[in-house]
């Protein structure tokens, strides 16, 4: 069974950066895709970012579009979002999950957020002055 954990969340100023990781243990993630999501308090968990195994396709949300990258790691077993010009609506608890089931494309969208059946047990992110 895949078991995927984040790290690198933290509280961050307004137009700070952080770099969240999510390493697997085991298992090399180049055969899954990877997506990132969050979830602020008393929203849906909303889907932020994905990179497609095979040929690397990502994926973002628009809201991050420009600010956050997902990349693999050069160990097979991480895969990173990094997140620059953080505002105050980024804050959330940051999930990292797994799937191979469906094509080399990946999806962060709600409706296929069911294809992801490994989860990471989250990092906070607050972005506040």
């Known amino acids: 069974q895949l078991q995927l954990v984040e790290s690198g969340g933290g509280l961050v100023q307004p137009g700070g950066s952080l770099t969240l990781s999510c390493a697997a243990s085991?298992?090399?993630?180049?055969?899954?895709?990877i997506g990132w999501f969050r979830q602020a308090p008393g929203k849906e968990r909303e889907g932020v970012s994905c990179?497609?195994?095979?040929?690397?396709?990502?994926d973002y949300a628009d809201s991050v579009k420009g600010r956050f990258t997902i990349s693999r790691g050069n160990a097979k077993n991480m895969v990173y979002l990094q997140m620059i010009s953080l505002k105050p609506e980024d804050t959330a608890v940051y999930y990292c999950?797994?799937?191979?089931?469906?094509?080399?494309?990946?999806?962060?969208?709600?409706?296929?957020?069911?294809?992801?059946?490994?989860w990471g047990q989250g990092t906070q992110v607050t972005v506040s002055s």
């Open positions: 990179i497609g195994r095979k040929w690397n396709i990502r």
């Open positions: 999950a797994g799937e191979r089931k469906s094509g080399p494309v990946c999806s962060i969208s709600t409706a296929t957020q069911g294809r992801y059946d490994n």
């Open positions: 085991g298992f090399s993630l180049d055969n899954y895709n």
